[in-house]
């Protein structure tokens, strides 16, 4: 189901429902297109090791009002026993190219446990 909301509305872009939350938003605006792309992680639980995958809301600028699409489970972005986190969407104007930046942490490691033990265990990837 697609939402149109003009300049002065505010809108939830990712909602928490039960148990599932999303964090780490980001955004991207492609003016050749007047289209937004909204990014976050999918968590079961706010905390950083229940991050799952990373999804995508498409916005289409129409007039003073956008138009958002469904929200899309970006399936490429994943790299097997770890959990995509922190989306950074980068536009390379000149090839016309989107780059989405993320990184990847190994299953149930937490921040806490890595800085104890001075391992990181975190991979950077992109799509």
């Known amino acids: 189901m697609a939402e149109t909301l003009g300049v002065s509305e505010k809108v939830t872009l990712f909602r928490q429902e039960g148990s599932v939350t999303y964090r780490i938003p980001a955004l991207l605006y492609l003016s050749s297109e007047s289209t937004f792309l909204a990014f976050a992680e999918e968590r079961t639980s ?3 090791e229940h991050a799952r995958f990373l999804v995508m ?14 929200l899309q489970i970006l399936e490429t972005a994943v790299l097997p ?8 969407p980068v536009y390379d104007a000149k090839e016309g190219t989107i780059f989405l930046f993320f990184i990847c942490v190994l299953d149930h490691i937490t921040n806490t446990y890595q ?4 391992k990181n265990v975190t991979r950077l990837g992109y799509i």
Not at 57 to 70: A, D, M, N, T, Y
Not at 81 to 88: D, I, K, V
């Open 46 to 48: 706010p905390q950083d």
């Open 57 to 70: 809301r498409r916005g289409q600028k129409e007039g003073l009002s956008v138009k958002w699409g469904p």
């Open 115 to 118: 800085i104890w033990t001075s």
């Open 81 to 88: 026993e770890y959990r995509t986190m922190n989306p950074c």
